[in-house]
């Protein structure tokens, strides 16, 4: 969904007293910049009226639109959600505010496994907001074969071609064709690139689509039989469409981690402090999850989640299922690299 979502809250104003700055007051603006579909209505809404915050939000389809944006000199936003390795570009680009994250009060929600982690060792910059992994989904009613291979994306079955979408990131397509070739990410070796071009051209005359932000409805209309997709709208997708089974392909698949950030020279600070700390109460990272369909990022969550998540197959991966990769971000010339294959493949 790449619409403008425009929430206006008609709350009383109120003295915000979380100790997030000595008697910060809290009425005022709000200005998200986030993915599309990524964060439901009414839990802007609350944070709306809780802060007597006018929120305004934007949104983008992948984290190289964002960087894109804010390396041109786009302003006026005050958080973001950019994936694990886009919080670490981010920051080497000098493009975040240092907000101490770790001292908001409900800092203390974070699970474990998301401190110390290599996008921001110490949190100064960033909190959790949900997490999950890309692979792809196969309407079973089109195709009835093995899915958990890479295969039926790249050399797909008879039934299959001509009728799969692909993400329009450089990221997930690329990383999803070196995984199937069996060659590392973050790729450098001319060979292996050529390679990797040659099965991308070849793939794509067999590919109906590149879309992002209507990965979930392509599947669902039935107007793709099969597609890459985040593993929560993929959860979405089944949930309209039964026939529709996420795969766990054998040669891997990429894991991610989405945070909330806060824009350099970002006009509302205390306003991106404040929705930083709500988005950690477990109940509404709970509410975030039950609308998103991917694993909130801090404690506390499983009393209000729906009942539908807790055994998931595209939240609960099977025990065979080699486990998700998170990619750091590759080196420049990697970059170049990537970007000339992404668009000789989009001509």
């Known amino acids: 969904m790449t619409t403008k979502i425009r929430l206006l809250a008609a709350a009383s104003a109120a003295i915000i007293t979380l100790g997030l700055s000595s008697g910060a007051e809290a009425a005022g603006e ?43 000199g786009v302003t006026g936003y005050d958080v973001a959600v950019p994936g694990e390795y886009m919080v670490a570009i981010l920051l080497q680009e000098g493009l ?25 060792p110490k949190r100064e910059y960033s909190v959790p907001y949900q997490w999950g992994s890309t692979a792809f989904m196969v309407d079973s009613a089109v195709y009835g074969g093995d899915i958990n291979t890479w295969q039926v994306i790249f050399d797909p079955p008879a039934e299959l071609k001509g009728k799969i979408n692909m993400l329009k990131e450089v990221n997930e397509v ?10 590392p990410r973050c790729n450098d070796n001319p060979e292996q690139l050529k390679e990797l071009n040659d099965l991308l051209l070849k793939a794509k005359a067999d590919w109906l689509s590149f879309n992002s932000d209507g990965a979930k409805e392509v599947l669902v209309t039935g107007d793709a039989a099969a597609g890459q997709i985040y593993n929560g709208f993929g959860m979405r997708a089944r949930e309209e ?78 025990a065979d299922a080699p486990k998700a990769e998170f990619v750091p971000p590759c ?3 990697v970059v170049q690299m990537y970007d000339k294959i992404w668009t000789n493949l989009l001509k």
């Open 30 to 72: 709000l200005k998200i910049y986030n993915w599309f579909d990524y964060i439901p209505q009414d839990l802007l809404d609350k944070f709306a009226k809780e802060h007597d915050v006018k929120v305004t939000m934007d949104t983008y389809n992948s984290n190289e639109d964002l960087l894109a944006r804010l390396k041109a």
């Open 96 to 120: 975040l505010e240092k907000v101490d994250a770790f001292a908001l009060p409900n800092f203390k929600n974070v699970r474990e496994d998301m401190l110390g982690v290599y996008w921001d």
């Open 174 to 183: 690329l990383n999803a064709g070196l995984r199937y070739l069996g060659h």
């Open 241 to 318: 469409r039964a026939t529709l089974k996420y795969a766990y392909p054998k040669e891997g698949y990429t894991g991610w981690s989405d945070n909330i950030v806060v824009i350099k020279g970002a006009p509302n600070i205390e306003n991106a402090k404040l929705f930083m700390n709500f988005m950690m109460d477990p109940e509404n990272a709970a509410a975030l999850t039950n609308f998103a369909r991917y694993s909130a990022g801090v404690k506390g969550v499983e009393p209000f989640l729906d009942k539908a998540l807790v055994e998931a197959p595209e939240v609960n991966p099977p």
């Open 331 to 333: 080196p420049e010339n």
